[in-house]
């Protein structure tokens, strides 16, 4: 992924209390990702899914999320379908490791896009057949500023 950084005034981070945003007027540095099939002005939604297995179920969790992979990757609508892991950085700010925990990386042309990923039928599938390893899933869906 390229990113391209844009300047603007710089202020003082953290953000004044009146915004409390940090993609406010407050921001110093805003960087502009690129990804597959995006382009500037194009609608994008980013997901980071975060799935917490259950002790000693990482490794089966997966092998069944690879066999879904491909499959999810070509959709239409889909630019980024990604599992990662926590890695440790030595950052003072990185929160602690989570050894049972993957993180998908996704990023979706548009809403419809991602309605329709929901809906796929391996979806579903995956969904129901990765329950047994599946301690808690959470989502944060986000779009451009």
Same mark, same amino acid.
Request: hydrophobic share 35%.
């Given at each position: 992924?390229?990113? *391209? ?8 981070? #953290? ?11 407050? *921001? ?15 609608? %994008? ?27 999810? !990757? ?14 440790? *950085?030595? %950052? #003072? ?21 991602? !309605? ?6 391996? %979806? *579903? ?18 779009? #451009?500023?």
């Amino acid at each position: 992924m390229r990113f *391209t950084v844009l300047r603007t005034k710089k202020k003082a981070w #953290p953000p004044s209390r009146k915004s409390g945003h940090p993609t406010s007027s407050n *921001t110093e540095t805003r960087a502009i990702g690129r990804m597959k099939g995006t382009h500037r002005g194009m609608h %994008m939604i980013q997901v980071v899914t975060t799935v917490e297995v259950l002790p000693d179920c990482l490794d089966d969790f997966l092998s069944l999320l690879n066999e879904t992979l491909t499959k999810v !990757q070509a959709e239409d609508g889909c630019l980024a379908y990604e599992p990662m892991v926590d890695i440790a *950085t030595g %950052m #003072p700010t990185q929160v602690e490791l989570r050894p049972d925990t993957i993180t998908l990386v996704e990023a979706w042309a548009n809403l419809d896009s991602l !309605q329709a990923h929901l809906q796929a039928p391996h %979806m *579903t599938r995956f969904r129901e057949a990765a329950k047994e390893y599946v301690k808690h899933v959470s989502h944060q869906c986000l779009q #451009p500023v």
